[in-house]
């Protein structure tokens, strides 16, 4: 006949400690494995696991963004993990175990969110530590972007409370060119440009924006009866305009706007040159 074990406050706290779980679901935890610890934390896993199927529907549109860059500079990750209430985006806890995924990533090189959530944490591995945090807290949690950029130099920035997060490479690595991109990290953050410049706007974005160009004219009285070289002149106009606005060198330097964004990185460099950015923002 087996006995069960009685459980001891001093279980309860020290399973507490352990997995940050509350004193009611470690006593019930301790309970449903007749004392036993390690089965007690497992329990306490699946019950996180639970909670987060529960929550599958549930939108994390709050969290933290964290943009960070190697030593060398020449590697920037970038990273957001995503919860449902301001609440528990704000709390310090929350944010040390963003930083503590973030860390993990970039010791391991990490390529891709798949490699970062097998890799180990506390002997356990990325997604199941994120299932017992879920448990933990009650709430839906995740990895909502997880990006890299490799390139002779990486600014990284991070805006509002760890609510934009962004990476810019360069084709530079000195202290002037890395200043000068976290400039224009400033400037993404503000301004969320859709691509560098013109030539890397995606085919499927300049096709919807010459889609909405026509659409306009072609319920604009005032374009009756224009002839057709006219009309296509005023739709390269207006797509010229589009991408002034919308593209990273094109447009108005924030901290000058008497530069463009290409004026001011010759202003620090003649040859400095931006290759490419990631954005990430909250909401």
């Known amino acids: 006949m087996s006995m069960t074990k009685a459980i001891t406050a001093s279980d309860i706290n020290k399973l507490r400690q352990t997995t940050g779980a509350g004193m009611m679901d470690c006593r019930k935890a301790l309970q449903e494995s007749n004392g036993d610890f ?3 934390i497992d329990w306490l896993r ?3 696991q639970k909670v987060a199927a529960k929550r599958q529907d549930r939108e994390a549109k709050e ?9 060398d500079n020449k590697t920037g990750y970038l990273l957001c993990l ?3 209430t301001d609440f528990v985006a704000k709390n310090a806890d929350f944010l040390a175990f963003a930083q503590k995924l973030m860390d993990t990533a970039m010791q391991h090189n990490t390529q ?3 490699a970062l959530n097998s890799l180990t944490i506390d002997g356990i591995t990325v997604a199941e530590k994120i299932n017992e945090y879920v448990g933990k807290i009650g709430e839906k949690i995740g ?4 990006d890299r950029i490799d390139a002779d130099g990486v600014s990284a920035y991070i805006h509002g409370a760890y609510r934009i997060g962004v990476l810019v490479g360069l084709n530079q690595n000195s202290e002037t060119a890395l200043q000068a991109g976290r400039d224009v990290a400033m400037q993404i953050a503000a301004m969320n440009p859709v691509a560098v410049d013109e030539a890397s706007v995606s085919a499927d974005t300049v096709a919807r924006e010459k889609a909405i160009v026509m659409d306009q004219m072609q319920n604009d009285s005032k374009m009756a009866g224009k002839p057709a070289e006219m009309v296509e002149k005023i739709a390269i106009g207006k797509l010229s305009a589009f991408f002034k606005e919308s593209t990273l060198m094109a447009q108005p330097f924030v901290k000058d706007n008497s530069k463009s964004v290409t004026e001011y990185l010759k202003s620090v460099d003649v040859n400095l040159k931006v290759l490419s950015f990631k954005r990430a923002a909250l909401g």
């Open 112 to 114: 891709t969110l798949d």
């Open 38 to 40: 390690e089965a007690a």
């Open 143 to 146: 990895i909502t972007r997880f």
């Open 46 to 48: 699946k019950q996180g």
């Open 63 to 71: 969290g933290v963004i964290i943009a960070q860059t190697t030593n």
């Open 82 to 84: 995503g919860c449902e």
